[in-house]
């Protein structure tokens, strides 16, 4: 790796790499409730809002860091969830709107406070704030002998604190979020949940605010909750998942971020923002390869289905030839006219099927075996017992009958066959053939 | 100043602080940029300048708050927010190619072009995303909002290492440099809410529908989606315009807040344009004005907070939909039932 | 309307081949879920037709493929022995109550005129001849005092109401409506009633989602009983009975909901 990726330092990468995954880590893990709630923008909201919060107490404290700063934001940060819930709830105002109107003035008051302070105090609105994970680094801190970054230890904090609330609180979160008026009633304080919640995203944000830049957890916030929903089911999977995908995504950003623009001769692009990218990345990736909304998969599986019918067919069209008294082997042309399929697919079929030994070659065609016998007898068996159903239960005219049990029959198994037989009375299909028994069954007594 | 601005801003650009990177946004802007001018004097109201401020920024306003209705009826309130993010990675990609081809890179035309793309762009990705299974339509606003903005970032820091990307002058953007507008600005702001009215006005009854029953819409056989990307369209507009005079975030504000705070006063969807587009044009104006009175205080910023101040009144006294009109109406039903 | 076309439509009258509404073999599936299956039915004109069968048996998914909003997967659809497109302007469609967010600012006059938007055309105002109709629409519902009403302030009956003004100031000659007597107070679902044997009478043909069976009789002279497949259409006394409600309600084809299921998913079972 290190040949691939130049000047890569231990010391100072791997810190940064650490740091992005907790922080990606600690984003994911609450997004994920916030993505399910449908407040996704509350992250980018919470980051603008905080303004004017780190503003007073930088003009009361003249420090640019420290526990009033961080008060600070978290004041603002409830004060935009609260008040915009109170938008919503009181004053009928749409839930985007109420965050629009809540945290945009919020910011404004931010800038005003500080441009009157810098009137006053030296203040400069880039000292207010000060942090990028490339530099976080070197703002060290020494824990028990061990010397860490300071970014490193709050994001950590951040992260046990953000693990021990879902943890704790897994069951009622999961109510709260799915119906809120049903946990409501069940006396599950849901108002209050959402209030942790709220005092948790505003406390990541500004954690990370200071350390990395806030783009990266805003992103983190939304973009792996909302990748792990394309293919979990499960709130517990797709926590995980949401939390995997976004320390993937802050590894590759930050390799992209030191490699990438060395090939355009450049020295380095933004790792923060490159994290952003690499996990929206992450989520075109996935969307093609889910398994629900996967474009490739789902060409792969319409591929297969579709190979799966034509092959099978082949094997019914075999059957019932010898069914109507044809003893001589059956020969290629003639399975792709009865079928009209194109040779390549029935040469395929007959490929496959020789392989599996359903089908023999004999003189110049082909012959089924015993257990291809058995198989196809199975498939026209499914499909003349749905066509006697849907017969029976449509009221579906005879000639439509065929092309719904076309498809019908090759998602049928022994046991459906089982329950369709019992379901029927006739004994033949409407067309007058007689319905195949079922290998390894006595035929039903007839009356 | 300008020193430890530039100090600043190296640190800032390698990915700090959301908001400012917002100001950013407008980096690029602030590289080409139409320096503020320097001359805050006294002020009067035959000055020249402030009369084209005033117009400038009071077209912006009405342009925002007629526009914002629609998104705000569609249920996108923010969409405002998600697409100026957006418009981050195409006015930096523009400034690296206008300097790769050797051109000037510093042109606003050029930049506000890059900054439509990368907008449209946005708007087409968030549409696509929103057709996929179990992503609402928040969340693909605010992945594309992230992403965007992220590659932006990423687009920003290569700019910074570019012969010209040095350039001082952000500050500002960040508040938005309405108090430094000029009669070319105005004229392009001017003529884009023109535009967007006539727009508006001509497809009214069509937007109406949509917004409101788009499944009848549907069934009446109007080309829904194309009137959806109408109305993107329209915030598009408005934002590039906006960008340069009002700062990335405070666009957003008076996108949002107009509409919202109109609501409260009518509940015919004519009016309510009216009165948002109104509201929209006065807070503009009475920022502008108050920057140019008190140099201390800036415009983007005093125009967002007129706008909250009449939302909080429209939200107090707001005949149709106020809180005091609603108690007002429920203990009325109250007394007739007892 | 010129004389011309109205001889027009005189001598297709005379015809007497262009029913209202004709669909055969329509197959409707949602990601290989069949939703419809084979379902065919002639609705002749000066009918008043209920369309009666369980929740999720596809009734509004059969007046969407009417309107063309979904694809079918099979069979032909005739509105007026033509594509639904082409005789878009001849057909009201009344959606669920639900289907919109009543708090929007718009009133109840504005909602009723929008039934005359594609009349009016693009780029064209409404007219003071347009708001009269919508009023006397609105009239003959006995709503024509809550026009300047915000629809949030109507009932539930009032908002109904409204819907189906909307779709009467059209004029149209093929009615649809979804549920129109879902959750409405008695007044108005005999309004309703009114209405709608009104328009039978005078040729117009309605197709009325239904969930009442106990009304079905009274309101309805045809009945089209639906569930995934058409189970009966007929006239209601025919129709109607126990026997078929039974089919309907009754036998759900499990075994067929389960194999569709399989197939959704691209499983044996």
């Known amino acids: 790796m290190t040949r691939i990726i130049t000047d890569w330092y231990w010391p100072l990468d791997g810190w940064i790499i650490a740091i992005g995954i907790l922080c990606a880590a600690s984003a994911a893990l609450l997004g994920s409730f916030l993505v399910l709630r449908r407040l996704s923008l509350l992250g980018d909201s919470i980051s603008h809002a905080i303004l004017p919060g780190l503003a007073l107490a930088f003009m009361w404290t003249a420090s640019r860091s420290g526990w009033p700063v961080f008060a600070g934001a978290i004041v603002a940060g409830l004060l935009t969830a609260l008040a915009s819930q109170w938008l919503q709830q009181r004053g009928r105002v749409d839930e985007g709107a109420a965050l629009g109107v809540v945290f945009t003035t919020l910011f404004a008051i931010g800038l005003i406070l500080i441009n009157y302070g810098a009137a006053r105090v030296d203040l400069d609105p880039g000292c207010v704030l000060y942090g990028a994970i490339e530099f976080a680094p070197l703002d060290r801190l020494s824990i028990a002998g061990w010397e860490m970054p300071r970014a490193f230890v709050v994001q950590l904090i951040v992260l046990v604190l953000n693990t021990s609330f879902v943890l704790v609180l897994h069951k009622e979160l999961k109510i709260a979020t799915f119906a809120p008026e049903y946990a409501e009633s069940q006396g599950i304080p849901v108002p209050w949940l959402h209030r942790g919640l709220m005092v948790l995203v505003a406390i990541t944000a500004v954690a990370s605010f200071e350390s990395v830049g806030s783009i990266l957890v805003v992103a983190m916030l939304v973009v792996p909750p909302a990748t792990a929903l394309l293919f979990v089911n499960r709130l517990k999977s797709l926590l995980i998942a949401s939390m995997l995908l976004g320390a993937v995504g802050a590894i590759a950003g930050h390799l992209a971020a030191i490699s990438l623009p060395k090939w355009f001769g450049l020295r380095s692009a933004s790792t923060a923002g490159m994290m952003a990218v690499a996990v929206g990345g992450l989520f075109v990736l996935v969307c093609l390869v889910s398994p629900r909304c996967g474009l490739l998969a789902a060409g792969y599986r319409g591929l297969s289905l579709r190979l799966k019918i034509a092959f099978e067919d082949v094997l019914a ?19 792709c006219n009865r079928l009209g399929r194109s040779p390549f697919l029935v040469q395929l ?10 089908l023999v070659h004999s003189q110049d065609g082909w012959r089924l075996t015993e257990s291809g016998f058995e198989r196809a007898e199975e498939l026209v068996r499914s499909h003349r017992l749905w066509e006697t159903y849907l017969a029976e239960n449509l009221a579906m005219p005879a000639e439509r009958l065929h092309e719904a049990a076309e498809s019908l029959e090759h998602f049928t198994a022994q046991p459906l066959r089982s329950r369709l037989a019992e379901e029927i009375s006739a004994t033949e299909d409407p067309h007058g053939t007689p319905i195949p028994p079922e290998r390894g069954t006595p035929r039903k007594p007839q009356d | ?32 940029g139409t320096a503020p001018t320097d ?3 006294p002020v009067t109201w035959a000055d020249y300048n402030t009369q084209v401020v005033l117009i400038g920024t009071s077209c912006l306003g ?21 697409l100026s993010h957006a418009t981050l990675p195409g006015i930096a990609a523009a400034f690296l190619l206008a300097e790769f081809f050797g051109g000037d890179g510093k042109r606003l035309e050029w930049l506000l072009l890059g900054a439509t793309c990368s907008g449209i762009l946005g708007m087409w990705m968030m549409m696509q995303l929103e057709r996929l299974p179990r992503i609402k339509p928040d969340a693909a606003m605010g992945i594309i909002l992230s ?12 700019v910074q290492q570019t012969e010209a990307g040095h350039a001082a002058g952000l500050e500002s953007f960040i508040y938005g440099k309405a108090a430094s507008m000029l009669r070319r600005d105005t004229m392009m702001i001017a003529s884009m809410a023109v535009a967007v009215s006539v727009v508006v006005g001509l497809f009214f009854k069509e937007l109406k529908l949509l917004c409101f029953d788009e499944g009848f819409a549907l069934a009446r056989g109007y080309p829904v989606s194309r009137l959806n990307a109408l109305i993107l369209a329209l915030v598009t507009v408005v934002t590039v315009i906006g960008l340069q005079a009002v700062g990335l975030i405070l666009i957003i504000a008076l996108l949002v807040i107009p509409p919202s705070a109109a609501r409260f006063w009518t509940n015919s969807l004519g009016p309510m344009c009216w009165i948002s587009a109104g509201i929209g044009a006065m807070s503009a104006a009475a920022g502008a004005i108050a920057s140019a009175w008190a140099p201390d205080l800036p415009s983007g910023p005093m125009m967002v907070m007129t706008c909250s101040g009449i939302f909080a009144i429209s939200l107090i006294c707001g005949p149709a939909r106020g809180v005091l009109a609603r108690l007002a109406r429920r203990r009325d039903a109250a007394g007739r039932r007892t | 309307m010129n004389n011309g076309t109205d001889f027009g439509r005189q001598a297709l009258d005379r015809r007497a081949v262009t029913a209202p509404l004709e669909i055969q073999h329509l197959t409707v599936s949602f990601a290989r879920k069949p939703v419809l299956w084979d379902v065919t039915f002639v609705a002749s004109a000066g009918s008043l037709i209920g369309v009666v069968g369980p929740n999720g048996a596809g009734k509004s998914t059969l007046f969407k493929a009417i309107m063309d909003l979904i694809p079918r997967q099979g069979g032909e659809i005739r509105v007026f022995g033509d594509r639904f497109t082409a005789q878009r302007r001849r057909v009201a469609y009344v959606p669920q109550r639900e289907s919109v967010d009543w708090d929007f600012p718009v009133t109840a006059g504005e909602v009723v005129t929008m039934g005359l938007y594609s009349e009016i055309g693009w780029f064209r105002r409404v007219t003071r001849e347009h708001r009269r109709r919508a009023l006397a629409a609105m009239e003959r519902l006995g709503i024509a005092d809550l026009a300047n009403r915000q629809i949030s302030e109507l009932s539930g009956g009032q908002q109904q109401r409204t819907f189906l003004a909307r779709a009467l100031v059209q004029q149209a000659d093929l009615y649809l409506l979804d549920e129109p007597f879902s959750a409405v107070d008695a007044a108005t679902e005999t309004i309703i009633v009114e209405v709608l044997r009104e328009l039978r009478d005078a040729g117009k043909t309605a197709l009325v989602i239904h969930h009442d069976l106990q009304t079905v009789p009274s309101y309805f002279d045809t009945v089209l009983l639906l ?14 009975q126990a026997e078929n409600l039974q089919k309907t309600y009754g036998g759900r084809l499990t075994l067929l909901d389960e194999a569709t299921e399989a197939m959704r998913h691209r499983r044996t079972i």
Do not use: H
């Open chain 1, 317 to 335: 069209c075999l059957y019932r030839r010898s069914e109507r008294g044809a003893r001589s082997p059956a020969k290629l042309e003639e399975i």
């Open chain 1, 349 to 358: 079929a007959i490929w496959r099927y020789r392989r599996l030994g359903l």
């Open chain 2, 1 to 32: 100043m300008n020193g430890l601005c530039d100090t600043w801003l190296g640190s800032m650009i390698i990915g700090g602080g959301n908001w400012l990177l917002d100001g950013l946004t407008l980096l690029a802007l602030g590289v080409f």
């Open chain 2, 39 to 41: 001359s805050q004097g």
């Open chain 2, 62 to 82: 009405f342009a925002a708050g007629l526009v914002g209705c629609f998104a705000l009826l569609r249920r996108q309130a923010l969409v405002g927010d998600a």
């Open chain 2, 147 to 158: 992403v965007f903005f992220g590659a932006g970032i990423v687009l920003v820091t290569i």
């Open chain 3, 227 to 240: 569930n995934l497949r058409v189970v009966a259409f007929g006239k209601t006394d025919e129709v109607f």
